[in-house]
């Protein structure tokens, strides 16, 4: 659906000459086209951004760019060359290097070791520590990093990390560089420092292609964006040439309601009271708190990483158990020692680190949408596999689940499929009070809209929640109050006008002067 | 789950088995001869599944030890200990049904010690085990003060030669128990539990398993059935030998778990392929005796058939196939 104009543009971008290209590259896993039949042209001096909703095939398209996948369908070629990238060490010597969003490098060795690994410069046959020390500084510099080759990684901000496997990717390649959403664990600032760095390598010539799931970023620093949907390419355009909505619209061929400023929920006259924590504590890990949560109400949790918001969630989910206050449910005092101890009180979380704390990656969706409610079924009462099937089936097309198959492992699902899973799997136990940390982290637009509408679904149908954001826009969108953590400590609770962002941040700011605001605003 | 299960049995591991039968009837002419005298069945297949008994008995235990991402190595240590317990109390005099149950009881114990190391204290298993391993042994040497302890008493010997429908009892016993662990693991809950703790605890404990329960009991359940093979070994020489009951046994019953394609890194597992990788190993070992080999070609030939078995079962091999596959299609 390209017109004339566009089709001008492209063959202008040809004739200055691709670094790389994909040409009508395909890649099928079983019966399941991932990538169907997608050009894709990057430019030398280019950041190209990579964008798509689940399953687009953004991570499928990057691997098969970095040799890691060999595509099924189509060519690969560099500089004009077509090239048969076998793995990613041997992209590397085409120029390809890539920089995952999770660090790859070795946190307890030295910053200079991690940038010369496997090419030291050596002296009679031993590693010439002294010039690589000295290498690694000289270097460092052109990335505006001054600190101490010698000094292990791992002691470094994760920023600083990020940029050291830039420096890495670059020094060893140094025509094209892949960032896979390298800014998703990164606070405003540190964005800001690899921003800049990005920006340099860049005017130096070099063509990248940056994948994120943040619009803002999307905007600020990319010059040509190309979209992907269900592994088909849907356009490929100058940022210049689109609006945030066009944009939007092109990811999800629909419209996502972006929220206003004001919450919605907070007028709702209370309910019944279901759950009530009467000064509920945990030595050293969260102050002691009261806050009564009703039927058909979300508690918004906001507050800094390191506030104590995941503590409280894991210490109301018995995880780590309270050892001070109590808590009743409908009124009956309960005691919560261990997850399954919640379980049975009807309580459900979703733990913000997904891969850790969340899926079976090795078990299949069913299984894993299963689980919990076998869990509270106990040992005995097994559920059998058509059984498991129906649930599974049901519960995966409530939360729109895209999976070829409920047997396939669901570590094959991408991040925003697998937080649904773990969704549907709480969903499936018919929970009286869900405790979300961080559910939308990480997760592509798509996704997050329809997690978002969930929220509001379940908070309709007269379930009581708890939901920790970082992002404040989301908060204030659900929340029928926000309780703001600071120091582990509950310091405000929020509600009708004060749930805005403006009071929000004023409220987390107020004495975190030597805290950051880690929260990513977008929209 | 039990629609297909003869399209289920046609695998990598039963494979191996038939081939190394086939090969050793190719050896030894004789191999698939079955007579049946006084009142039991005899033959070198009979012979295979009555010496592979023990370890497949231990290999039913280790799978689900192995699947929650732990290993059991003190279970050689166990049967030498549950042996001389069971010698030492019919010598003492105590009733043959009493030696029994002292024996079970001191693996139960043995399994419940482990189960506390790896689950309550977080100790990993290939250390927490080693304790027992090298303890275990040693225990079982003061229980005999250090001498073998021989008997006659009739419930041990039976249990260790006697036969049961003309099957040898060790045979009997392993196949029961084969099919009660199958059916208590895969027709409740506990197998998909085991496997989920296996895959990711963490997870699996937030979803609500009761995760350290499970951990003790499997260790518990391998313990038990440590034991189990302990009595069928003393039984089988009339005597507890501290020193040689069980030695290195339990990497037999890893290698079985292993080529029955039980993952060290824990999940998904099969009681019944750990059984048939017990087999693997066995006729291998009754090959090489058979066909006249020396002995020590037993060591050598064995790491070339584990070595084999384990390269088809490889991730490699999955790509090598599904290359093969797609390029036929293309051909076509």
Redesign the interface.
């Known amino acids: 659906m390209q017109d004339t104009v566009n089709r001008e543009q492209d063959a202008a971008d040809r004739a200055t000459g691709y670094r790389m290209e994909a040409r009508q590259v395909s890649k099928i896993f079983g019966t399941h086209k991932a990538l169907d039949g997608v050009d894709f042209g990057l430019l030398p001096g280019e950041v190209h951004a990579l964008l798509g909703e689940n399953g687009a095939g953004k991570s499928t398209l990057i691997k098969i760019l970095t040799g890691a996948y060999q595509p099924d369908g189509g060519a690969i070629f560099v500089d004009g060359e077509e090239v048969h990238l076998t793995s990613p060490l041997q992209a590397q010597t085409y120029g390809i290097g890539t920089v995952y969003q999770e660090v790859n490098l070795l946190p307890n060795r030295s910053v200079a070791e991690n940038l010369f690994l496997g090419h030291q410069p050596t002296r009679f046959g031993l590693v010439d520590r002294r010039r690589m020390d000295r290498e690694a500084r000289v270097l460092l510099k052109r990335y505006g990093l001054d600190i101490d080759p010698s000094s292990e990684l791992g002691a470094h901000s994760v920023a600083v990390q990020q940029i050291v496997a830039i420096a890495r990717a670059v020094q060893l390649s140094g025509k094209v560089l892949i960032l896979d959403e390298p800014t998703a664990s990164l606070d405003r600032d540190e964005v800001q420092r690899l921003f800049e760095v990005i920006a340099s390598l860049k005017r130096d010539g070099l063509a990248i292609v940056f994948i994120t799931h943040f619009l803002d970023q999307v905007f600020a620093l990319a010059d040509r964006v190309t979209i992907l949907r269900n592994g088909r390419l849907v356009d490929t355009r100058r940022l210049t040439e689109l609006s945030r909505t066009d944009l939007v619209r092109k990811m999800l061929g629909k419209d996502i309601a972006f929220s206003g400023s004001t919450s919605l929920e907070a007028e709702r006259p209370p309910t019944e009271l279901l759950l009530d924590f009467k000064g509920y504590g945990r030595k050293r890990s969260v102050r002691p708190f009261s806050l009564a949560i009703h039927k058909g109400e979300v508690i918004g949790v906001a507050g800094l990483l390191g506030s104590g918001r995941t503590e409280m969630a894991r210490m109301m ?1 018995g ?1 780590d158990p309270a050892d001070e206050g109590s808590v009743t449910l409908s009124g009956k005092p309960i005691t919560v020692k261990s ?2 101890e ?2 049975g009180h009807g309580f459900g ?1 979703c ?1 913000e680190d997904r891969k ?8 299949s969706v069913r ?1 894993n949408i299963v ?2 409610l ?12 058509d059984e498991q099937l129906d649930l599974a089936g049901q519960f995966g097309e409530a939360m729109d689940i895209r999976a070829a198959s409920l047997d396939m492992p669901v570590k094959l699902l991408s991040g925003g499929n697998q937080q649904k899973v773990i969704l549907a ?1 709480w969903l499936a136990t018919d929970p009286a009070f869900l405790i979300l940390d961080e559910p939308t982290r990480g997760i592509d637009v798509g996704a997050h809209a329809e997690i978002v509408r969930t929220i509001n679904r379940l908070r309709d149908d007269g379930m009581a929640l708890v939901v920790i954001s970082s992002e404040i826009d989301e908060v204030v969108a659900y929340s029928s109050r926000v309780v703001v953590m600071r120091d582990r400590e509950m310091v405000a609770e929020l509600k009708g006008e004060d749930i805005n962002p403006a009071v929000i941040v004023q409220a987390i700011a107020t004495h975190g002067e030597n805290s950051e605001f880690e929260a990513e605003v977008t929209a | ?1 039990m629609r297909i299960p003869l399209a289920r049995l046609v695998n990598t591991q039963t494979i191996a088995l038939v081939g190394v039968l086939l090969l050793n009837w190719i050896l030894f002419p004789g191999f698939f001869k079955i007579e049946w005298q006084d009142g039991r069945l005899f033959g070198s297949l009979i012979d295979v599944l009555n010496r592979g008994a023990p370890v497949a008995i231990l290999a039913i235990g280790m799978t689900a030890v192995i699947a929650t991402k732990g290993v059991d190595l003190s279970v050689g240590a166990v049967m030498a200990m549950a042996g001389a317990v069971a010698a030492t109390l019919v010598v003492g005099g105590y009733p043959g049904w009493v030696a029994v149950a002292g024996a079970l009881t001191v693996g139960l114990l043995c399994g419940l010690w482990n189960g506390a190391l790896v689950a309550l204290l977080d100790i990993q298993p290939i250390i927490a085990t080693l304790v027992l391993m090298v303890a275990g042994r040693g225990i079982a040497q003061l229980i005999t003060e250090g001498s073998i302890v021989t008997f006659s008493d009739p419930t041990l010997v039976f249990i260790g030669t006697g036969s049961f429908l003309g099957l040898p009892m060790p045979v009997v016993i392993a196949l029961a128990l084969m099919i009660l662990v199958t059916l208590a693991v895969r ?4 197998g ?2 085991i ?2 703790v296996g ?2 605890r ?9 995760s350290r329960l499970l951990l003790i009991a499997v260790y518990a359940v391998s313990g038990l059935c440590a034991a189990i093979a302990g009595i069928i070994v003393a039984g089988d020489i009339r005597g507890a030998d501290a020193n040689n009951a069980g030695l290195w046994l339990e990497l037999d019953a890893i290698l079985a778990a292993v080529i029955g394609g039980t993952s060290l890194l824990g ?2 597992f099969s009681i019944v392929m750990s059984v048939v990788g017990a087999l693997i190993i066995q006729a291998m070992n009754t090959g090489i005796l058979v066909s006249g080999y020396p002995p020590e070609f037993n060591l050598v030939v064995k790491a070339g058939m584990i070595t084999l078995i384990l390269m088809i079962q490889s991730p490699f091999a999955g790509r090598l196939l599904t290359w093969f596959g797609r390029n036929r299609r293309k051909g076509a």
């Open positions: 989910f995880i997850a399954t919640a379980i979380f733990p850790a704390d969340g899926i079976l990656g090795d078990l299984e689980i919990a076998q869990g509270k079924l106990g040992w005995f009462r097994a559920l059998n596999r799997r | 789950m027709k409740t809950a506990i998909l539990f496997e989920a895959v990711n963490s997870a699996a404990t937030l979803a609500g398993i009761r999940g998904r």
